[in-house]
């Protein structure tokens, strides 16, 4: 890997935060981003620099990233238990064993869990398909009531904010990308529980949460590199 493919570039700046890139395996960028004091970005991260924007007139920065609507990896796991249900945690095992998960996806296989990292992951989890949501193609409606998922599930403090905002593009509703066909074979041939990472598209592709994906071991196509998304707090000025 050469020093140019593994540079972290900063592609916005706040007064509080600054948002940095960079396009490589998911396991080398999550190392290089910590280097430099970022960590991942959550969903929720995400879809607060979607709504804010980061309309800064003194921070320049490629006009693809003028609004925020970033295309990235998330901290948040895709958590597939055969015959029990399909999950967002926000405990995911491919956060802590970034470089196993990553070579399993060299290796186009699944990153399969023990039993351990199953219960942990389950600990902070929001069920998305199984038992009383069993919607084959699940997605989030921003009118939700009742056991309908709620955006508030999953984007813990930004919900009501990114509801507003992607309800002034004309959305009503945020796709989640699952892989049935994957969860029912596993069942079937009583595999064990395995991780996904969650793939958050932008608001032009409807904001699809997409759990589906094995691509950690891919190297962006972007030149920008957007896919390995960190975040890190800046101190205040004095």
């Known amino acids: 890997m050469t020093k140019e493919k593994t540079q972290v570039k900063e592609v916005m700046k706040s007064e509080s935060i600054s948002v940095a890139c960079v396009g490589t395996p998911f396991d080398i960028g999550k190392k290089e981003l910590e280097k ?11 879809a607060g620099i979607r709504t804010e924007g980061f309309n800064s007139n003194d921070f320049p920065r490629p006009k693809r990233y003028a609004s925020g609507d970033l295309i990235n990896f998330v901290t948040e796991g895709m958590l597939y238990v055969p015959k029990k249900g399909i999950y967002i945690t926000r405990n995911s095992p491919i956060m802590d064993f970034p470089e196993v998960a990553t070579e399993f996806h060299r290796e186009s296989s699944d990153f399969y869990l023990r039993p351990a990292d199953v219960n942990r992951a389950l600990e902070d989890s929001t069920l998305i398909y199984g038992n009383y949501r069993m919607a084959p ?28 905002f992607l309800s002034q593009k ?14 029912d074979k596993h069942g079937d041939n009583n595999l064990p529980p395995f991780v996904r990472p969650i793939f958050f598209r932008s608001s032009k592709d409807s904001s699809e949460i997409d759990g589906c994906w094995r691509g950690l071991g891919h ?20």
């Open 137 to 164: 193609c699940p997605f989030i409606d921003m009118r939700a009531t009742g056991k309908k998922l709620k955006a508030q599930e999953i984007f813990k403090e930004n919900g009501d904010k990114y509801i507003k």
């Open 36 to 46: 430099q004091g970022y960590k991942i970005i959550s969903l929720d991260e995400a």
């Open 170 to 183: 004309g959305y009503s509703k945020i796709p989640i990308g699952i892989d049935l066909h994957s969860y």
């Open 219 to 238: 190297v962006s196509e972007d030149k920008e590199g957007d896919r390995i998304m960190g975040i890190k707090k800046l101190p205040k000025k004095k």
